[in-house]
Structures are given as structure tokens and as C-alpha cells.
């Protein structure tokens, strides 16, 4: 069965300062990534998604993630974090349209 | 109503009870999805409905599971005989379209504590 790592529990970071948060998966397939968010007292929100093409994706506020196949990875990246991003971001990798496997998320705590 | 609703957002239970949670998916969305996130772990599939099919039950962690969507509509998720380690947050999803896993919106979930 597949899994997703994110090794990075807990960030901390002042604003301005970029931000990389690392999501690897174990499948050999064909694999699609999502990254979603949650700000705090708000729902799971869809923050962007690769299903193919491009293997640098955008997303919403500013966000980013790339794709590279030979490493795993779907890293999150944002050159210049506020303290409006504090919020936890989860991985998830959708392997043969089954059900999404999600990482055990990345709080992010942004400073003013 | 704008999004997807659950009840309760709070349920303490005491083991070996049955419980029943609720899921309102957004008007139009074809799709619903079951899943429960532990203290400190990733959010866990149940189950998932689209349309008409069969739904997908493969997450279901034993037979004291159970999820039905009546009218293609509201789900309930049923936990029988609850143990102390079904204590979690459970959240519903929904998503427009055939296309599973395109766009999940989530609820607020239920926190089921078992005591």
C-alpha cells in the first residue's frame, strides 16, 4: 500500500521568510498529489493539485509545489510566507482513482 | 446550505454504545466521502458514495462500520459497540462530478470520544 511522509511536524518561520515543506509517497505508478489546508477554525481546504503536464503546479495564495518522479516528491514551496498562512497542510497522494492517502500534516506557524 | 455540514461537532460517548454521525453534503455533489483523523496521524478513507454505484467501502476498519446515503443525499456513519480507539475526529467531504478525489470540500467534522 502506498504512504506519504511529511517529515517537517511543526515549522516556524518569520514572515517573509520562504517556506518548503517536504511530502514524499512510496508508489512506483502513476500517482496524482494534492496538498490541502486548514486555517485555524476553517475547513480542509484544497490549496492545488497535479494529475499531469507541467510538473510545477500553482496554487491559491501565492503557492506552489513541483513534482520529481525520481525523487518521490511533492514539495510545497512559497518564496515569501505571512502570518495569514499559519494554518497545517497535509499531502495526499490518489494512486488508481482509489481513495486518497493524506500525510499526518505540517503545522506552520508563521510569526509576525 | 454553502457548505458541508456535519452534527454533532462534539460527541462523547461510553464504550460499547452506538453512535450515529451526520453528513450534509453541498447541494448538487454527487460524490461523499467518510474520513476520521486520529490525534497526530493523517486523515484515514472510510468509505465513499458517488451517485448511484456501489459505494466504495474498502476503508471501513472492522464490521462495526457502516455508512449509508439515503436520496443520494445525507449520509449517517454508524459505529456499533464503540471501542476507545474509534475515538477521533470523523470528517466528511464532498465533491461535484464523476471524477473521484477532483476537489474534495470538507466539514467541520465530529469529535467522537469514547470513554
Known amino acids: 500500500a502506498q504512504s506519504v511522509s511529511q517529515h517537517n511536524h511543526h515549522v516556524i518561520l518569520s514572515e517573509a521568510a520562504s517556506l518548503e515543506l517536504g511530502c514524499n509517497y512510496s508508489?512506483?505508478?502513476?500517482?496524482?498529489l494534492f496538498w490541502y489546508v486548514q486555517y485555524p477554525g476553517q475547513h480542509l481546504q484544497l490549496l492545488l493539485k497535479?494529475?499531469?503536464?507541467?510538473?510545477l503546479v500553482k496554487g491559491i495564495k501565492g503557492f506552489e509545489a513541483e513534482f520529481i518522479k525520481s525523487k518521490f516528491s511533492f514539495n510545497l514551496r512559497k518564496p515569501s510566507v505571512q502570518w495569514s498562512d499559519t494554518a497545517e497542510y497535509f499531502c495526499?497522494?490518489?494512486?488508481?482513482?482509489?481513495?486518497?492517502?493524506f500525510g499526518s500534516g505540517t503545522r506552520l506557524q508563521v510569526q509576525p | 446550505g454553502a457548505g458541508v455540514s456535519q452534527s454533532p461537532s462534539n460527541k462523547v460517548t461510553e464504550k460499547g454504545k452506538d453512535v450515529e454521525l451526520r453528513c450534509d453534503p453541498i447541494?448538487?455533489?454527487?460524490?461523499l466521502y467518510w474520513y476520521r483523523q486520529s490525534l497526530g496521524q493523517g486523515l484515514e478513507f472510510l468509505i465513499y458514495?458517488?451517485?448511484?454505484?456501489?459505494?466504495?467501502k474498502s476503508g471501513l476498519p472492522s464490521d462495526r462500520f457502516s455508512a449509508e446515503r439515503t436520496g443520494g443525499s445525507v449520509s449517517t456513519l454508524t459505529i456499533q459497540r464503540t471501542q476507545q480507539e474509534d475515538s477521533a475526529v470523523y470528517l466528511c467531504?464532498?465533491?461535484?462530478?464523476?471524477?473521484?478525489?477532483?476537489?474534495?470540500?470538507f466539514g467541520s467534522g465530529t469529535q467522537l470520544s469514547v470513554l
Open positions: 467531504a464532498s465533491s461535484l462530478g464523476d471524477r473521484r478525489n477532483e476537489k474534495l470540500f
Open positions: 508508489y512506483g505508478g502513476t500517482v496524482n
Open positions: 497535479y494529475f499531469s503536464g507541467d510538473p
Open positions: 495526499a497522494v490518489e494512486t488508481g482513482r482509489r481513495a486518497l492517502t
Open positions: 447541494s448538487g455533489h454527487t460524490a
Open positions: 458514495f458517488q451517485g448511484n454505484s456501489a459505494p466504495d
